[in-house]
């Protein structure tokens, strides 16, 4: 009797994860999302007769949805709104696709979230400015859009950040002496778009930075001699820009610097190659 009671018990354990089952709530906005995107026509869809946790890309615990990734599977379309519905969700990975419209605000009222990852898509209008609200965000990385309009004072105000990919979109404006907020940035990529103004020093403060990557903006002035400062710093590429004078050798020899790039786009006057044991850093100053 002993025996079969503890049976039934370890059953009754197991029964979560054999048979997960999240709210209608957090189903509906699942639908809403493969119907949006043509879930039809995805690389790998859904049986839609089946278990949700059982769904490619859908990762579920305590019978709600932490994790969405359908990287590279043909997703076209816009995302929906009721993606806000998903309050337990923590990464949302959707690059690689044809995503298109705009990223919607809702996603900023889901607090859990750690990672979004919408690269390599089709997305237009501005970062929500309701971002700042992700506390717990280590990672935004939209790179490969057509994204426009500044970054978004709040995004300072994600202390957590880690990584800050926007490359290769249509953002304007500066970088706000407010990235110093950003404590924990390891990557701050912003390369091949329109941005412009004067580099705040407080860059020089990110001591975990590790890629600063500014290239083919129009940023002006000198590059701040606090970038010496950066010593984790191993890439730093600041060409096609409109930056005056020449840069600090101090920054170009950084201990783990592996990968630097800087030009003014005035007359080149000199071009200097520089070697370290590890790689070739090629330097070219006005």
């Known amino acids: 009797m ?28 699942l639908l809403d999302l493969y119907k949006s995107t043509k879930g039809t026509t995805w690389n790998t869809n859904w049986d839609l007769t089946k278990d949700v946790a059982t769904w490619n890309g859908i990762t579920v615990e305590n019978n709600t949805v932490t994790e969405i990734n359908l990287s590279m599977n043909n997703l076209t379309g816009p995302i929906p709104a009721t993606i806000g519905n998903l309050k337990s969700l923590r990464h949302l990975n959707l690059g690689f696709n044809k995503i298109s419209g705009t990223i919607p605000a809702e996603l900023a009222t889901i607090t859990s979230l750690e990672t979004i990852q919408l690269f390599m898509n089709q997305l237009e209008g501005q970062i ?14 939209l790179f490969n859009n057509f994204i426009n309009g500044n970054l978004p004072e709040s995004i300072y105000d994600i202390k957590t950040l880690e990584i800050l990919q926007l490359s290769s979109n249509n953002l304007s404006g500066i970088i706000s002496p407010s990235i110093k907020n950003l404590k924990n940035l390891k990557t701050l990529s912003l390369f091949d778009n329109n941005m412009n103004g004067m580099l705040p020093a407080q860059i020089g403060s990110l001591s975990n930075l590790t890629e600063l990557s ?15 400062q950066l010593s984790k710093l191993d890439t730093l590429l600041l060409f096609n820009n409109k930056f005056t004078g020449k840069i600090n050798p101090s920054i170009q020899n950084l201990p783990n610097l592996l990968n630097f790039e800087f030009h003014n786009l005035n007359e080149i006057e000199a071009s200097t190659r520089v070697a370290n044991p590890i790689t070739q850093v090629v330097l070219v100053t006005q």
């Open 128 to 141: 929500p400015a309701a971002f700042g609200n992700l506390k717990n965000l280590k990672e935004l990385v």
């Open 214 to 228: 500014l290239a083919n903006n129009a940023f002006e002035g000198a590059i701040p001699i606090e970038f010496n």
């Open 2 to 29: 002993k025996k079969l009671a503890l049976t039934f018990t370890f059953i009754l354990a197991l029964s979560p994860i054999a048979f997960s089952q999240i709210s209608d709530l957090e189903k509906s906005a």
